[in-house]
């Protein structure tokens, strides 16, 4: 496949940024795209065109949430319930051009080119995204039973991988659906009960003061979630963080 | 050999641990608050280590190359965690873990180590439930389990196919819980390329901040290394992009002792290469061969056919398929060990029998399918065929997966004692950085015990022995001249790099490197390969140093400098690797020298010569690195050439 890519290209955090457009020859179906960028970064330093496009990856197998690219106006591109990574061309039709760019969101600053700096998420999660135990002097695993309905949702949330897709498709920034999928893994467990409100409350406070947007409901992160975490645990979210304010 | 003490603690196996807890000494509450501990390294190992030193009341500094602590490669591990809980009532016992795994790793580990390993493995699990791990449970809201290769009980707890995820957002959590309270000082994007050794003893190190690029130093009263294995020396294999063995090679050019480079793990089940343009393998987890059979044609013919797209998998008869594990193995089938596995399959592939390009072999899923029902099938695999389907393009539900082995994990590491430290005092080592537990060949589940296990539980005792001396040690103010001439190091290294100017990329060499390491230095090695694979990687290691090209500047975000100096490193690990598995004139586990095999095809251990640990250390670039040994006592199993058949 031969491609034409136009690619995000920004020096610095504040330097002015723009697309710059690059083109790929003989791309294998089989190859994932982020292959496809290793073998334009090869072109582009072998062949002294320019420096080689930064992007963030680690895994590349869909669960260090290392990597993401906005691709053609959609979260990790055009195929559902993958990441970046995981995304093959065979997804894309030679001569097709391709446009990418980093994710889009205030707290997510612009580090280089397709890097973005997204430790505005692991400020919420130092927030209350845990329950409070140090290490021992804690009892038998099997001495609380938990029922497997309960214990196969809090898995459905706990799948999330913080890569933010979530908060890069919304039209708010938003970061409920990041936030919902830790509370809600935590409110159908047994552990952390005791201090499930102020869980609630200070990781949403967190998450206003770091600059992320409300949610308005459109169910763009949903769609676009690469775990396919459903906005049913911004429903649960809700629930506590309401329910902590009352009482 | 008087340079290495293990330290193993007086007494009988089963109270070694209990002993040592009981005499060692301890650094009080308001002596901790003095202490810096720096961890390198954010896995499940680095992680439940920062977290449990700093609820303790430790200063801790920990560093991590990825953008957040919860993108460390323990995160992609899938199928499970090993303990001896024994929750199913199968007969399951420490001592029965204990044995597995000193069995499993072809009888090259440490007792005293292991049984440790196999005595707190059941307080992990608790652990983690505390944490709100969401581990996979029956109907009646216990704890479920399944089976993993080398084990005829079923030991293994997990979560979906997330295990690695899920223990390592617990440990993130406990961890990211510290740094809210301001006992954890975390260093994201910063990638370790020194240490400082004051007076014989660790005392910080150098990193640099990959956004900016400056060099910066830090000190601490100890240093933990807990940055994994050396795998992707091959270029091609089951970690992350990133996953490096360079914070353990400057450890070792600073006197830490390097242990077993030649073990190995070459994981049986992984997608097959299907270009050269491939970055990296997927694994398909061990737990697949819970349910899944491998198999290949019986006939040449069928093979062949197969080969060149004229007949299908499915066509192929249930009587002209071999079923080859079930047939060699009748006792563990499909669920011998990973490194019986991985030999299998090569030798059926060299032996013409191979399907889809030739080096692949068929799991299939079928019966389970039939037994179980398409439902229960996806439920326990689910994300996995999912995973298959993505890359390959072809549905494991109707066609059986192919795989082939793969690099995956590196048993041999840092030198340890019992306390985990290194021979540099004050500089420890956990998790797949150090070599302790596995012997020569790892078990399914255990690398995520063992991370745990040294993490929180182990290091956060043993440390304290070597600390209660350092209560009176003020903090460096790092101006001293060690840190500056280690940093001079670092900046002059790195100066140099810049400078080569050449024509190839810095992923170019890498994967020449790779093939050749997997080539001679692979699956099967010979002394041929091996004096080979030395004068060659010397060879590539002036190359490197002449052809590489590394675009941009040293002051700013820049992946190819960051490639590039551990690629270096590479090079010269892999010459360490070939130069162990010389020296090592037996087979065992992930080592297989062909001269040293039964009639049968088994690894042919040679106990009289080489029952020992191999520690080898640097002597200086222009001369060859010493060979230390640390004889392996067993006093507690029969030792016996591993049997899987009956």
């Given at each position: 496949?031969?491609?034409?890519?136009k690619i995000w290209r920004q020096a610095n955090a504040t330097a002015k940024g723009k697309f710059e457009t690059y083109t790929?020859?003989?791309?294998?179906?089989?190859?994932?795209?982020?292959?496809?960028?290793?073998?334009?970064?090869?072109?582009?330093?072998?062949?002294?065109?320019?420096?080689?496009?930064?992007?963030?990856?680690?895994?590349?197998?869909?669960?260090?949430?290392?990597?993401?690219?906005?691709?053609?106006?959609?979260?990790?591109?055009?195929?559902?319930?993958?990441?970046?990574?995981?995304?093959?061309?065979?997804?894309?039709?030679?001569?097709?051009?391709?446009?990418?760019?980093?994710?889009?969101?205030?707290?997510?600053?612009?580090?280089?080119?397709?890097?973005?700096?997204?430790?505005?998420?692991?400020?919420?999660?130092?927030?209350?995204?845990?329950?409070?135990?140090?290490?021992?002097?804690?009892?038998?695993?099997?001495?609380?039973?938990?029922?497997?309905?309960?214990?196969?949702?809090?898995?459905?949330?706990?799948?999330?991988?913080?890569?933010?897709?979530?908060?890069?498709?919304?039209?708010?920034?938003?970061?409920?659906?990041?936030?919902?999928?830790?509370?809600?893994?935590?409110?159908?467990?047994?552990?952390?009960?005791?201090?499930?409100?102020?869980?609630?409350?200070?990781?949403?406070?967190?998450?206003?003061?770091?600059?992320?947007?409300?949610?308005?409901?459109?169910?763009?992160?949903?769609?676009?979630?690469?775990?396919?975490?459903?906005?049913?645990?911004?429903?649960?979210?809700?629930?506590?963080?309401?329910?902590?304010?009352?009482? | 050999?008087?340079?290495?003490?293990?330290?193993?603690?007086?007494?009988?196996?089963?109270?070694?641990?209990?002993?040592?807890?009981?005499?060692?000494?301890?650094?009080?509450?308001?002596?901790?608050?003095?202490?810096?501990?720096?961890?390198?390294?954010?896995?499940?190992?680095?992680?439940?280590?920062?977290?449990?030193?700093?609820?303790?009341?430790?200063?801790?500094?920990?560093?991590?190359?990825?953008?957040?602590?919860?993108?460390?490669?323990?995160?992609?591990?899938?199928?499970?965690?090993?303990?001896?809980?024994?929750?199913?009532?199968?007969?399951?016992?420490?001592?029965?873990?204990?044995?597995?795994?000193?069995?499993?790793?072809?009888?090259?580990?440490?007792?005293?180590?292991?049984?440790?390993?196999?005595?707190?493995?059941?307080?992990?699990?608790?652990?983690?439930?505390?944490?709100?791990?969401?581990?996979?449970?029956?109907?009646?809201?216990?704890?479920?389990?399944?089976?993993?290769?080398?084990?005829?009980?079923?030991?293994?707890?997990?979560?979906?196919?997330?295990?690695?995820?899920?223990?390592?957002?617990?440990?993130?959590?406990?961890?990211?819980?510290?740094?809210?309270?301001?006992?954890?000082?975390?260093?994201?994007?910063?990638?370790?390329?020194?240490?400082?050794?004051?007076?014989?003893?660790?005392?910080?190190?150098?990193?640099?901040?990959?956004?900016?690029?400056?060099?910066?130093?830090?000190?601490?009263?100890?240093?933990?290394?807990?940055?994994?294995?050396?795998?992707?020396?091959?270029?091609?294999?089951?970690?992350?992009?990133?996953?490096?063995?360079?914070?353990?090679?400057?450890?070792?050019?600073?006197?830490?002792?390097?242990?077993?480079?030649?073990?190995?793990?070459?994981?049986?089940?992984?997608?097959?290469?299907?270009?050269?343009?491939?970055?990296?393998?997927?694994?398909?987890?061990?737990?697949?061969?819970?349910?899944?059979?491998?198999?290949?044609?019986?006939?040449?013919?069928?093979?062949?056919?197969?080969?060149?797209?004229?007949?299908?998998?499915?066509?192929?008869?249930?009587?002209?398929?071999?079923?080859?594990?079930?047939?060699?193995?009748?006792?563990?089938?499909?669920?011998?060990?990973?490194?019986?596995?991985?030999?299998?399959?090569?030798?059926?592939?060299?032996?013409?029998?191979?399907?889809?390009?030739?080096?692949?072999?068929?799991?299939?899923?079928?019966?389970?399918?039939?037994?179980?029902?398409?439902?229960?099938?996806?439920?326990?695999?689910?994300?996995?065929?999912?995973?298959?389907?993505?890359?390959?393009?072809?549905?494991?539900?109707?066609?059986?997966?192919?795989?082939?082995?793969?690099?995956?994990?590196?048993?041999?590491g840092i030198w340890v004692d019992y306390e985990l430290m290194t021979t540099i005092p004050g500089l420890y080592a956990i998790?797949?950085?150090?070599?302790?537990?596995?012997?020569?060949?790892?078990?399914?589940?255990?690398?995520?015990?063992?991370?745990?296990?040294?993490?929180?539980?182990?290091?956060?005792?043993?440390?304290?022995?070597?600390?209660?001396?350092?209560?009176?040690?003020?903090?460096?103010?790092?101006?001293?001249?060690?840190?500056?001439?280690?940093?001079?190091?670092?900046?002059?290294?790195?100066?140099?790099?810049?400078?080569?100017?050449?024509?190839?990329?810095?992923?170019?060499?890498?994967?020449?490197?790779?093939?050749?390491?997997?080539?001679?230095?692979?699956?099967?090695?010979?002394?041929?390969?091996?004096?080979?694979?030395?004068?060659?990687?010397?060879?590539?290691?002036?190359?490197?140093?002449?052809?590489?090209?590394?675009?941009?500047?040293?002051?700013?975000?820049?992946?190819?400098?960051?490639?590039?100096?551990?690629?270096?490193?590479?090079?010269?690990?892999?010459?360490?690797?070939?130069?162990?598995?010389?020296?090592?004139?037996?087979?065992?586990?992930?080592?297989?020298?062909?001269?040293?095999?039964?009639?049968?095809?088994?690894?042919?251990?040679?106990?009289?010569?080489?029952?020992?640990?191999?520690?080898?250390?640097?002597?200086?670039?222009?001369?060859?690195?010493?060979?230390?040994?640390?004889?392996?006592?067993?006093?507690?199993?029969?030792?016996?050439?591993?049997?899987?058949?009956?």
């Amino acid at each position: 496949m031969d491609l034409t890519l136009k690619i995000w290209r920004q020096a610095n955090a504040t330097a002015k940024g723009k697309f710059e457009t690059y083109t790929v020859k003989n791309i294998s179906p089989d190859s994932s795209f982020l292959e496809m960028l290793d073998i334009l970064n090869q072109q582009l330093i072998e062949d002294n065109i320019a420096t080689p496009v930064c992007f963030d990856h680690d895994c590349r197998e869909g669960i260090c949430g290392m990597c993401g690219l906005y691709i053609n106006g959609r979260a990790h591109g055009p195929d559902k319930g993958v990441t970046t990574c995981q995304l093959h061309m065979r997804k894309f039709k030679d001569g097709d051009t391709i446009v990418i760019e980093p994710w889009r969101a205030k707290p997510f600053p612009i580090i280089k080119d397709l890097v973005v700096d997204r430790t505005a998420f692991d400020k919420i999660i130092a927030a209350g995204g845990y329950v409070s135990v140090n290490t021992g002097g804690i009892p038998d695993a099997n001495a609380i039973p938990i029922s497997k309905k309960d214990a196969d949702t809090a898995m459905d949330a706990a799948a999330c991988i913080g890569c933010g897709a979530c908060v890069a498709s919304c039209k708010n920034a938003s970061a409920m659906l990041f936030v919902a999928a830790k509370v809600s893994q935590f409110a159908h467990l047994p552990q952390g009960k005791v201090e499930a409100k102020e869980r609630v409350k200070n990781m949403v406070s967190k998450m206003d003061e770091v600059g992320f947007g409300n949610c308005t409901n459109t169910g763009a992160c949903e769609a676009e979630c690469p775990k396919e975490i459903s906005i049913l645990h911004i429903a649960k979210l809700n629930r506590e963080f309401f329910a902590a304010k009352i009482c | 050999m008087a340079k290495l003490n293990s330290k193993i603690p007086e007494g009988p196996l089963s109270r070694k641990w209990s002993n040592y807890k009981a005499e060692q000494r301890l650094v009080n509450p308001a002596n901790k608050r003095k202490i810096d501990v720096i961890v390198v390294g954010t896995g499940l190992a680095g992680a439940s280590a920062s977290a449990s030193l700093a609820e303790m009341g430790f200063n801790v500094k920990t560093f991590c190359y990825q953008d957040s602590p919860r993108r460390a490669h323990s995160i992609a591990a899938q199928g499970g965690i090993n303990a001896a809980k024994n929750y199913q009532n199968d007969g399951d016992s420490v001592y029965r873990l204990f044995y597995d795994t000193i069995k499993g790793g072809d009888y090259r580990a440490r007792e005293a180590n292991v049984y440790r390993l196999a005595e707190v493995s059941g307080l992990i699990i608790d652990q983690c439930v505390a944490q709100g791990v969401p581990f996979a449970r029956e109907y009646g809201g216990l704890l479920d389990n399944r089976s993993f290769g080398g084990a005829q009980v079923s030991r293994t707890f997990y979560a979906r196919g997330q295990t690695g995820q899920q223990l390592l957002l617990g440990a993130y959590s406990a961890l990211m819980r510290q740094v809210n309270k301001g006992t954890v000082k975390l260093f994201s994007r910063h990638e370790m390329l020194n240490l400082v050794v004051v007076d014989g003893k660790a005392r910080g190190i150098i990193a640099r901040d990959m956004v900016t690029g400056k060099i910066e130093r830090h000190f601490g009263h100890a240093v933990v290394i807990a940055t994994g294995g050396y795998g992707n020396a091959f270029f091609l294999s089951t970690n992350a992009m990133g996953s490096n063995g360079s914070a353990a090679w400057q450890v070792y050019k600073k006197g830490a002792f390097f242990s077993n480079p030649a073990y190995v793990q070459i994981h049986p089940t992984c997608i097959p290469v299907h270009g050269d343009f491939q970055s990296k393998l997927t694994l398909m987890s061990e737990s697949l061969r819970n349910d899944g059979r491998i198999w290949v044609p019986k006939k040449k013919e069928d093979a062949e056919a197969i080969r060149a797209g004229k007949l299908k998998p499915t066509q192929i008869a249930e009587e002209d398929r071999d079923y080859y594990l079930e047939r060699r193995y009748p006792a563990f089938g499909n669920l011998v060990p990973r490194d019986v596995a991985s030999r299998a399959a090569k030798e059926r592939c060299d032996a013409g029998y191979g399907v889809g390009s030739g080096l692949a072999v068929y799991l299939d899923f079928a019966d389970a399918i039939n037994r179980l029902g398409r439902k229960v099938v996806e439920e326990r695999y689910g994300n996995l065929f999912q995973m298959y389907e993505k890359i390959v393009d072809d549905n494991p539900y109707e066609t059986p997966m192919m795989i082939y082995p793969a690099i995956h994990y590196t048993m041999g590491g840092i030198w340890v004692d019992y306390e985990l430290m290194t021979t540099i005092p004050g500089l420890y080592a956990i998790g797949e950085a150090n070599f302790s537990d596995h012997g020569a060949n790892r078990l399914g589940a255990s690398a995520l015990m063992q991370g745990l296990a040294d993490g929180y539980f182990v290091l956060p005792y043993t440390i304290q022995n070597y600390l209660a001396d350092d209560i009176l040690t003020p903090r460096m103010t790092t101006n001293e001249k060690e840190f500056v001439d280690a940093e001079e190091e670092v900046t002059s290294r790195i100066d140099r790099m810049m400078q080569i100017n050449g024509k190839l990329s810095v992923d170019h060499f890498h994967k020449k490197f790779g093939l050749q390491l997997w080539d001679l230095v692979g699956m099967a090695r010979t002394k041929e390969s091996l004096e080979k694979a030395l004068v060659s990687f010397k060879e590539m290691r002036k190359a490197f140093w002449t052809d590489i090209k590394i675009p941009g500047s040293k002051d700013e975000f820049n992946p190819e400098l960051e490639k590039a100096a551990r690629v270096a490193d590479f090079i010269e690990i892999g010459e360490l690797m070939a130069r162990d598995a010389l020296m090592r004139e037996e087979s065992c586990g992930g080592h297989f020298r062909e001269e040293h095999q039964t009639e049968e095809g088994e690894a042919q251990r040679n106990d009289e010569k080489y029952m020992f640990v191999s520690a080898w250390e640097y002597k200086g670039e222009s001369q060859e690195p010493e060979l230390h040994k640390e004889e392996l006592i067993y006093e507690n199993i029969k030792v016996a050439q591993r049997n899987y058949k009956k």
